[in-house]
């Protein structure tokens, strides 16, 4: 009897699979072998991804904290611009004045950069008097420490996120009434109001200098690195411009 082409098909394909069985068989007993001998996990362990920088991309999206803003365009109102009443650098964004591209008012909403949760809201915030405020500015001329740091920052709102970082929201005139500590915030939420506590205007109880300030830690808060660290405003812009989403231009 003569067999046809496809019963020759057939026979090949079953001595492939045959053969490609009995060669897996033979290298799982032999990773079983040498795992057995050795104590080692005959899986190779997968190579760890380096941990990006403050300027990375992030895990979650981030937009910034007043709806519609752009990125301020004054250097001196980036991250690392100089400080010299405290011989240091300013940590963060400043929003203020017609710098970024929507107007900075007292009162004006904020929103939470991502979600996360409320690590601190400075609901029992005390305004400091004329003389106090002077006082602590004589007091930080060479640097300040992190309890001075929080003085000056006026009324805070901090959340920690999801991969890590932790944003702080300062100089707020308010805080919404259901940010507590604990409490959970998606990203875009109300969390509070533009203001400027903390600084000599609100220590002469008028409404002026209504500022936002905006900072984005890797890390704890004055121990971490900031966004920014050690880059010049143009790089600023630049890795602003590829973390943020929904920048206005």
């Known amino acids: ?30 990773l079983a072998e040498l795992a057995a001998g050795t104590g080692v996990v005959a899986e190779p362990a997968p190579t760890p991804e380096p941990e ?8 979650i999206a981030y937009v910034l904290p007043l709806p519609g ?14 400080r010299p009443y405290r011989n240091g650098v300013s940590y963060g964004f400043v929003f203020t004045g017609d710098d970024a591209c929507v107007p900075v008012v007292y009162g004006a909403g904020v929103v939470a950069a991502a979600e996360g949760e409320v690590v ?5 915030w005390i305004p400091p008097t004329r003389e106090a405020f002077e006082q602590l500015v004589a007091a930080v001329a060479e640097g300040a420490s992190p309890e001075q740091m929080d003085r000056l920052r006026g009324r805070e709102v901090w959340i920690r996120h999801p991969d890590g970082r932790v944003s702080v929201y300062a100089h707020l005139s308010a805080i919404a009434p259901w940010v507590w500590v604990g409490a959970s915030v998606a990203r875009g ?13 609100e220590a002469e109880g008028t409404r002026a200098g209504a500022r936002l300030l905006f900072e984005l830690w890797r ?31």
């Not at 990006?52 to 895990?59: I, N, S």
């Not at 109300?190 to 205007?201: D, E, K, L, P, R």
């Open 1 to 30: 009897m003569r067999l046809k082409p496809g019963w020759y098909l057939l026979f090949l394909t079953l001595l492939y699979a045959a053969l490609v069985t009995y060669a897996w068989q033979r290298s799982e007993r032999r």
């Open 52 to 59: 990006p920088g403050p300027e990375a991309p992030a895990a």
């Open 69 to 82: 803003a752009c990125l301020p365009k004054n250097p001196a109102h980036l991250p690392g611009a100089p």
């Open 120 to 124: 601190k809201a400075d609901r029992d």
């Open 189 to 201: 939420d109300w969390i509070g109001n533009v203001g400027n506590s903390g600084t000599g205007f």
């Open 219 to 249: 890390g704890e808060v004055g121990e971490g690195t900031y966004f920014g660290e050690g880059m010049e405003p143009e790089e600023v812009h630049k890795a602003a411009r590829a973390f943020f989403v929904h920048l206005a231009e």
